[in-house]
């Protein structure tokens, strides 16, 4: 007879599963590892079954956004307009940059919401993931559905301030025409864009938490070379042309130009294009397209690499 003092044997029963190794039980039994990752097309299904989840989560941080603020969702539209009359004051007023551009409020305004739109979104990406971390410890779910949730809050902080940019427009005695049709396909292929690179942060914030304080400095520095407040033609015209050429890629430039064609035909930066005429030039359907499955795709994947660190450690 067995007492409470006699040592308990632990060790598993001698049997079939004798002499096999962890991996080979795991085999044997169909175990794997937790938070595994999972393969891409695997994982590609698993985020869209969640896009109920991604949108409820973004409207919910959108609405939840500015709730302490006196003047609430207000502030959706009045932060980038304040930035375009600061802009205005200084590049406009100041530095005469509207005397070389026709209805400049509109131009300047369209340029500051659309390079707002990448700023932000790229912003949250940033943090997306080092911010949500009780979230992700919590709940099991495609850890990109976060960088995702934050680029479409972005969207709909632009759709809602465009609004008022349509307001503006219109008061600058600018008529909508056919081009106006055009913002759906520019917005479509930017946020494409803007989720490339967000992904491609968050997956560089959740590991080096220092790179949300230097993102200001860069984008800032990326606003400042893009012609967001005055326009770049007459500074690169004595470039030689494989600098302008270069330059024309700016995918900030890029995107800009569509959304100023779309608003304003007739005041877009053609210079950069080389364009005379008052029509868009087609290759820069095909800039934006490229910059956004590029950057879409590779942020997909960059992210998806690392899917099972995230929230570890």
């Not at 340029?111 to 979104?121: M, T, Y």
């Not at 993931?129 to 779910?141: E, P």
């Not at 709909?156 to 396909?185: C, D, E, F, R, Y």
Request: aromatic share 14%; glycine share 6%; hydrophobic share 50%.
């Amino acid at each position: 007879m067995s007492t409470l003092s006699d040592p308990v044997n632990l060790s598993a029963p001698r049997g079939t599963d004798a002499g096999l190794t962890p991996k080979q039980l795991a085999d044997k039994y169909g175990l794997s590892v937790s938070g595994k990752r999972p393969s891409l097309p695997k994982y590609i299904r698993q985020l869209w079954a969640r896009r109920a989840f991604i949108s409820a989560f973004a409207t919910a941080r959108l609405v939840a956004q500015y709730t302490t603020a006196k003047l609430g969702q207000l502030w959706q539209v009045l932060t980038p307009l304040l930035n375009c009359a600061v802009f205005y004051l200084v590049f406009g007023v100041i530095m005469k940059s509207r005397d070389g551009v026709p209805v400049y409020v509109a131009w300047l305004c369209v340029g500051v919401f659309v390079f707002q739109f990448s700023q932000s979104a790229i912003q949250a990406g940033t943090r997306s993931i080092s911010d949500n971390l009780g979230l992700i410890r919590a709940l099991h779910f495609p850890r990109a559905s976060l960088p995702i949730a934050f680029t479409v809050i972005q969207l709909q902080q632009l759709l809602i301030s465009m609004v008022v940019l349509v307001a503006i427009v219109l008061a600058n005695h600018v008529k909508p025409g056919m081009t106006w049709l055009l913002i759906i396909p520019a917005l479509l292929l930017q946020s494409l864009f803007n989720t490339g690179l967000a992904m491609v942060m968050a997956r560089i914030g959740a590991k080096t938490s220092d790179i949300s304080q230097l993102m200001p400095f860069l984008l800032r520095t990326w606003m400042y070379v893009s012609g967001v407040m005055y326009s770049v033609s007459g500074y690169i015209q004595s470039w030689p042309t494989i600098w302008q050429t270069v330059y024309s890629w700016n995918p900030a430039t890029v995107y800009m130009d569509l959304m100023r064609y779309a608003f304003m035909p007739d005041s877009f930066d053609k210079a950069v294009y080389g364009s005379k005429a008052l029509v868009l030039p087609h290759h820069i359907w095909i800039m934006a397209g490229s910059w956004a499955v590029v950057a879409f795709v590779i942020g997909f994947v960059f992210f998806w690499k690392s899917e099972e660190e995230y929230g570890r450690g």
